[in-house]
């Protein structure tokens, strides 16, 4: 069979029916059982799928660009299918420009708490980067970025002939892995963290990059394996497979490392200001049980299934880990990108704003109250709480509340936790959140899935996949492990 790959009637049907049956239905279904008033459901799912397959993408032109810059040749013959990857970010930059256009005109939609008519003083101290233009300017931009070097790499490496094409591509490789490295950091955190600006994690950049490289590499060894299946990429072989492997495997134990680090240094030091976020999505059963499952998916999973050698060796081995991955880490932002969009209003903008100033001076003044474990309102049943009051005076804190210098940082913790946001003071079964893991969300994603193999399988349709002239082309041939 010719190594020239045709996006035949057949596939084309599946990839176009995924594509606008999963989307069609998604986007109707989120207008017509959207329960905020803002369609926020909508605009939630949109920002979650966009910037997670854009993360499967630009895992793509990452590994080129790496690779090129180390000399490694042993990708070279399937070096295409990652490159092809990229081109979703052509339509990923598109969907930001929807999204921030959104912002514009209903920021209630999605970044309610810097976006609107009302702030606090931990949003104002935040400015230098949490406002809607510099929002547009930086997002847009680097996501432009990443769609441009897409381009320019795909165009580079696909005419690759000779040693000198070859080396004079390094300097758009070096380029990119620039840009890459300061983009991946500060899109995570105007793009996802800025959700809940109160919140911060220093982590959370790295933590997102390992999410979706693992994500990616998945992505990567399905299209090679279904390529592989459908009689194309003849030289591509076990070895090829098991070094993809290895990517995925390690990446699934550098995100567990990261994931386990936020979680544990945060529970450790107990930081108010770190805590809500967690405390915020363990109050929601649906979000606890993402969490653990997303955990299971995500580290032991791989743990158990892909630890030997032998198991990376096996197709349907491997696809089977592939699938569970990109879903489990489609669960993992899932959990960071729905709590707050659909988070139910407490009260009007005027108290929002009141209640985010009182939260601010408590922090900076140091004062930390006692809170039962519950959340619940302060009632005749509370017992005795306590407060302690560094270099304040009793007076200053709550008139209900009494001082007490052997209050536990863990109660301390639940008050300021608690008031962090206006949303957590809510009384025995009241709901926190509207966000549901329900049909809309599995449409939207299958939606988005065909989206990216039209893209993918697009870039791919009447090309050679093997680059004969590339000078690296024998070591990949005989890479052997």
Not at 167 to 191: E, P, Q, T
Not at 334 to 354: C, L, N, T, Y
Not at 428 to 453: R, S
Request: net charge negative.
């Amino acid at each position: 069979m010719s190594n020239k790959f045709t996006f035949g009637s057949n596939l084309k049907k599946w990839v176009y029916g995924l594509t606008i049956i999963g989307l069609l239905v998604g986007i109707a279904g989120a207008l017509l059982f959207d329960e905020t008033g803002h369609q926020r459901r909508l605009w939630a799912n949109l920002l979650l799928n966009t910037y997670y397959f854009a993360g499967i993408a630009v895992t793509g032109v990452f590994f080129v660009a790496a690779h090129q810059l180390g000399y490694g040749g042993w990708h070279t013959v399937f070096k295409k299918i990652p490159i092809a990857m990229g081109r979703f970010l052509f339509v990923a930059f598109a969907l930001i420009l929807i999204i921030i256009t959104g912002m514009w005109i209903a920021p209630e939609s999605l970044y309610s708490h810097w976006a609107g008519h009302h702030t606090d003083s931990i949003v104002e101290g935040k400015r230098f980067l949490l406002t809607k233009f510099r929002y547009s300017v930086i997002v847009g931009g680097f996501y432009f970025l990443w769609a441009l070097f897409a381009y320019l790499l795909g165009k580079k490496f696909i005419s690759i002939k000779n040693w000198k094409e070859y080396s004079s591509a390094k300097s758009i490789s070096a380029a990119f892995l620039l840009v890459f490295g300061v983009s991946s950091s500060v899109l995570s955190w105007l793009v996802i963290m800025s959700l809940d600006p109160h919140w911060y994690s220093t982590l959370f950049g790295w933590y997102n990059l390992a999410s979706y490289f693992c994500g990616g590499f998945a992505m990567m060894i399905l299209i090679l394996i279904g390529l592989k299946k459908a009689g194309y990429l003849p030289n591509v072989h076990v070895d090829h497979i098991h070094d993809l492997g290895k990517l995925m495997f390690g990446f699934s134990i550098f995100w567990t490392y990261l994931m386990f680090s936020q979680f544990m240094l945060i529970w450790y030091a107990n930081i108010p200001e770190a805590t809500v976020w967690f405390n915020k999505r363990f109050d929601i059963p649906l979000f606890k049980t993402v969490f653990f499952l997303a955990l299971a998916i995500n580290f032991f999973l791989p743990l158990l299934v892909l630890m030997k050698r032998d198991s990376k060796r096996k197709f349907l081995t491997m696809a089977f880990a592939s699938v569970m991955l990109i879903f489990g880490h489609y669960l993992d932002f899932f959990h960071m990108v729905m709590v707050e969009p659909m988070g139910i209003e407490h009260g009007s903008a005027e108290h929002e704003e009141e209640h985010g100033e009182e939260h601010a001076v408590l922090l900076e003044e140091g004062v930390l109250f006692a809170q039962n474990e519950e959340h619940s309102t302060v009632s005749e049943e509370v017992q005795s709480a306590e407060v302690l009051v560094e270099e304040v005076h009793a007076e200053e804190v709550h008139a209900d509340v009494e001082a007490s210098h052997e209050a536990t940082e863990e109660e301390m913790h639940a008050v300021v936790a608690g008031d962090a946001h206006g949303d957590e003071h809510h009384g025995e079964g009241e709901v926190l959140t509207h966000a549901k893991l329900g049909l809309v969300e599995i449409f939207m994603f299958f939606g988005f899935l065909g989206l990216f193999l039209l893209m993918t399988f697009t870039g791919l349709d009447g090309e050679e996949l093997e680059i004969e002239e590339d000078p690296f082309l024998k070591e990949s041939l005989h890479h052997h492990i």
